[in-house]
């Protein structure tokens, strides 16, 4: 199965880091509050990281080494269009 680690630009700017195999749905499931608890309060803009081609436990490594970046990091490996 093709796992991939995503960042989601949040409505109040934050940038939440996950996993799934199928980055479109989950993105749904967080709009409909389906997702996270994390989106409870906030909104999930649009994805603006994604790498794909990992197994379950490369994902969940990757997803940890991110989860570690401060909010700098996060926005340059996004592409360093965020603040």
């Not at 995503?6 to 409505?11: A, V």
């Not at 709009?31 to 906030?42: E, H, I, N």
Request: charged share 20%; glycine share 10%; net charge positive.
């Amino acid at each position: 199965m093709n796992w991939q680690v995503y960042i989601i630009l949040c409505s109040d700017e934050s940038l939440y880091t996950g996993i799934t195999t199928d980055v479109t749905r989950r993105l749904l499931q967080h709009a409909a509050g389906q997702g996270a608890k994390y989106f409870r309060g906030r909104w999930p803009e649009k994805v603006v990281y994604l790498e794909t081609g990992h197994t379950r436990s490369s994902a969940s490594r990757r997803e940890a080494e991110i989860k570690a970046l401060t909010h700098a990091g996060k926005c340059l490996l996004a592409g360093g269009t965020q603040n």
